[in-house]
Nanobody, 116 residues
Framework: QVQLVESGGGAVQPGGSLRLSCTIA????????MGWYRQAPGKQRELVAS???????NYSDSVKGRFTISRDNAKKTVYLQMNSLKPEDTAVYYC??????????WGQGTQVTVSS
């Protein structure tokens, strides 16, 4: 079992920034692919950003150029820097660690609200 703990969510005005953190209880960043997902009310969970264990990143079109995923192996932490936030970015954000279908772990989620 792998425990993931997200932090850094909150309320921000449009155009503002937040940085989400996902701290992992074990040193798995060199083994697992990591991702940030979000789920808005009434919508399906969607992939926002991902990073393979080799460091390749991928972003959804809706956040490309505004969000950046990164990791610090020594701190066992994955980050999501979110800039130029929009009201449509409002959602619960989840950290994910994936190796195989039997090794697929989620954090508890952190709320991000973008509103004036």
């Amino acid at each position: 079992q792998v425990q993931l703990v997200e932090s850094g969510g909150g309320a921000v005005q449009p155009g503002g920034s937040l940085r989400l953190s996902c701290t992992i209880a074990r040193s798995i960043l060199s083994i697992y692919d990591m991702g940030w997902y979000r789920q808005a009310p009434g919508k399906q969970r969607e992939l926002v950003a991902s990073m393979t264990r080799g460091g390749t990143t991928n972003y959804s079109d809706s956040v490309k150029g505004r969000f950046t995923i990164s990791r610090d192996n020594a701190k066992k932490t994955v980050y999501l820097q979110m800039n130029s936030l929009k009201p449509e970015d409002t959602a619960v954000y989840y950290c994910n660690a994936y190796l195989t279908s039997n090794h697929n772990y989620w954090g508890q989620g952190t709320q991000v609200t973008v509103s004036s």
